[in-house]
């Protein structure tokens, strides 16, 4: 069974740092874009970071630029979102995901997902 299992989020004052987690199983992840979206209440899914295969090329949207970076161990079979100087506007359930087109930033390309890791970030 294949799955992705997001971890490390939490609460967070503004200007905090976190970083999350996400754990794949069932099959390797080497060959796949890993990407980060993040869902804010009453808002849709929004793309924040994917990431190619070889750990070589990173995408980010603009409102993470400069803040957030996105790495991952395929030994491990883990892919990461460092996240510094977080805003409040950062509030939201992030998730990870894989597809094997890549880079795409519509959530409609990605195949798997991650149940979501919760963020809140208290002004």
């Known amino acids: 069974q294949v799955q992705l299992v997001e971890s490390g989020g939490g609460l967070v004052q503004a200007g905090g740092s976190l970083r999350l987690s996400c754990a794949a199983s069932g099959r390797t992840f080497s060959r796949d874009f890993m990407g980060w979206f993040r869902r804010a209440p009453g808002k849709e899914r929004e793309f924040v970071t994917t990431m190619s295969p070889s750990g070589t090329r990173a995408y980010y949207a603009d409102s993470v630029k400069g803040r957030f970076t996105i790495s991952r161990d395929n030994a491990k079979n883990t892919v990461y979102l460092q996240m510094n100087n977080l805003k409040p506007e950062d509030t939201a359930v992030y998730y990870c995901?894989?597809?094997?087109?890549?880079?795409?930033?519509?959530?409609?390309?990605?195949?798997?997902w991650g149940q979501g890791t919760q963020v809140t970030v208290s002004s």
């Open positions: 995901a894989a597809e094997t087109v890549g880079p795409m930033t519509t959530p409609g390309a990605y195949n798997y």
